[in-house]
């Protein structure tokens, strides 16, 4: 599941050991998260605040300033309000908030994120529009005029961009490239298909719309051009982190303090024991072949660039049944998620996503599972590799992820998490680490009655996370190139050259996507421990409801919360 601002509701102070709650917090939390949503004015329209919808950010060097400024005003803040009694509850939302606000401090004042990578310039727009078409949340012709506003503003992104980056790296700007030029038939098609329904006999508003979409495309063609002619061939920067900031990453965003060259460590082990357990798998699989060849034989299910949408949708109700069936988890609602296809502006090297609403939307409430198609001007060969990612035993995996029980039942449990602040901020260790300990889990409980070439596709599955998990270490603080992490994904993740490239490529601007299989880690451990504190009433259905109604904290605060007065250790 991407990282977006997911959003706010109404506050609610769970106060502990008597504590009085302080009042000067609640106007903080609020204060905090409307400030975001001024800076990042697109990244509300899909939590369900609409006050911003005719607003797009401008992206210039001036507004990531006045950016910094205010993260430093609210880290002042909280400082004296932590220095006072805050209750239990309000203590946990404050760690949040100040982890946030070092995450974002460390992007864009030492990482410089917004100098360095043009993919978020040439993105935003189509998502930002996107955002406003695909959920109902207004009457057409009112959202219609937000589109308006917002295609306003994409020269104006796109010009920021031409000015704030100079030396990316270059695998920065190829993703670039391919996201732009993708993005041109959105504007040139997309929108203005969905925008005929409200200019039919409008003629005043059909002049608007012309005017603008026809410069927001125009730009954005232009905008491709550049990236492709000009910016690509001067792309020599270096995406590699480094150690320190490797760590600080990891300290911010998922409260990981773990040296990093255990972190390391135990992602190669972890990494050791699935090719260890894949390779005798395989050979239930195919006997007398090697474990490249048992994945053939999953790959050879592999559905046609026609039917890869609704192979997806095939495995939808199956599993979700399953989850009734064995108890796993409270299925509260009937409500499936869309599956179609990943939005040419969002086709940043993944396979599948999930992209669901915010907390607060109340009328559009649609969840959009993605599975990203070939590219067109992919040669057969490249198709093919792709297309094998989807072979349907490798398909169930991906809809326990993105779907039942994971992303997917995590956006159903939404409105029950506590605060405003666990519906907005959380950590990937959490959200990508419970749908990742999902597969694991599923199989564990008996999804696929045994069957040898499930196992081996939850394995394929474990292994890619475990390769990324290395790779991105590797990556950003020894010196492994794109080239040797696309090896590792084909030598020990079973990825198909193509994709072992896309995974690898990812990795250099998603430097910690270790977090699937270290808060898959990290969930296990305290599902035992958990265990233990409950002795007889334990049910793995309480401990899932229990974990996903928290919301999605780093798994430190998640024990604060599941194991009151424990001090174990995460891992």
């Known amino acids: 599941m991407r990282s977006k601002i997911a959003v706010f509701a109404a506050f609610v ?18 204060d905090f998260f409307r400030a975001g949503f001024v800076f990042r004015p697109s990244s509300a329209t899909p939590t369900g605040f609409h006050e911003w919808d005719a607003k797009l950010e401008d992206g210039s060097a001036k507004s990531y300033q006045m950016r910094i400024a205010a993260l430093h005003e609210f880290d002042k803040r909280l400082a004296k309000l932590r220095a006072d009694k805050l209750t239990e509850s309000d203590a946990i939302d404050a760690e949040l908030i100040d982890a946030a606000i070092k995450s974002e401090l460390l992007d864009l004042e030492t990482l410089q994120t917004w100098k ?3 993919m978020g310039y040439v993105g935003l727009p189509g998502e930002a ?39 990316p790296p ?37 002049k608007e719309f012309n005017e603008a979409n026809g410069a927001a495309a125009k730009a954005m063609k232009d905008a491709a051009a550049w990236l492709k002619n000009d910016l690509l061939p001067r792309s020599k920067g270096k995406y590699a982190i480094g150690a320190e900031n490797f760590s600080k990453k990891l300290l911010y965003d998922d409260m990981v303090d773990t040296p990093l060259d255990k972190v390391l460590a135990i992602g190669e082990a972890n990494l050791a024991k699935d090719y260890a357990a894949f390779v005798e798998t395989a050979k239930l699989v195919a006997p007398g072949k090697t474990p ?33 069936d064995k108890q796993i988890i409270t299925v509260p609602s009937e409500v499936r998620p869309i599956v179609t296809e990943t939005p040419p502006f969002e086709r940043n090297g993944g396979f599948a996503s999930m992209d669901t609403p915010g907390a607060y939307e109340t009328k559009a409430t649609e969840a959009f599972y993605y599975i990203t198609p070939p590219e067109k001007e992919w ?46 901020a959380g950590a990937n260790t959490n959200v990508e ?23 081996l596709a939850q394995l394929s599955e474990a292994l890619l996370r475990d390769c990324r ?30 994709n072992a490239y896309e995974e690898a490529r990812r990795g250099a601007y998603n430097p910690t996507y270790l977090y699937y299989t270290l808060g898959k880690l990290q969930i296990f451990k305290l599902r035992e421990d958990y265990k233990k504190a409950k002795g007889s009433s334990y049910s793995l259905r309480g401990f899932h409801d229990e974990f996903v109604k928290a919301g999605p904290m780093p798994l430190k605060l998640m024990r604060r919360v599941m194991l009151p007065g424990d001090t174990g250790p995460l891992l």
């Open 13 to 30: 102070a769970l106060c502990g050991c008597g504590q009085k709650p302080n009042d000067a917090f609640p106007a903080f939390v609020e």
């Open 116 to 118: 360095q990578n043009p």
């Open 129 to 167: 529009i996107d955002g406003l078409m695909k959920r109902n949340f207004a009457p057409h012709k009112e959202r219609l005029r937000s589109v308006i506003a917002r295609l306003r503003g994409v020269p104006v992104v796109l010009g920021s961009m031409r000015e704030n980056v100079s030396n």
């Open 170 to 206: 270059k695998e920065f700007t190829d993703l670039a490239v391919r996201i732009a030029e993708g993005s041109v038939g959105f504007f040139t098609d997309t929108v203005p298909g969905w925008a005929k329904e409200s200019l039919t006999g409008d003629e005043a508003l059909s």
């Open 292 to 324: 490249a060849q048992a994945m053939d034989v999953l790959n050879l299910e592999h559905p046609s660039e026609a039917d890869l949408i609704a192979s997806g949708k095939r495995t939808i109700d199956s599993i979700r049944q399953f989850l009734i």
């Open 379 to 424: 040669d057969a060969k490249h198709k093919e590799e792709h297309l094998r990612l989807f072979n349907k035993s490798v398909m169930e995996m991906i809809t326990i992820h993105e779907a039942f029980p994971g992303h997917f039942m995590q956006f159903v449990y939404v409105g029950k998490f506590p605060t405003k602040t666990r519906k907005l």
């Open 433 to 455: 680490g419970w749908a990742h300990y999902s597969e694991q889990m599923m199989i564990e409980e008996g999804f696929g009655g045994g069957d040898a070439k499930i196992r």
């Open 469 to 498: 998990y290395v790779a991105g270490i590797k990556m950003h603080t020894q010196g492994m190139t794109v080239e040797d992490g696309a090896k590792l994904f084909v030598e020990k993740g079973a990825q198909q050259p193509a």
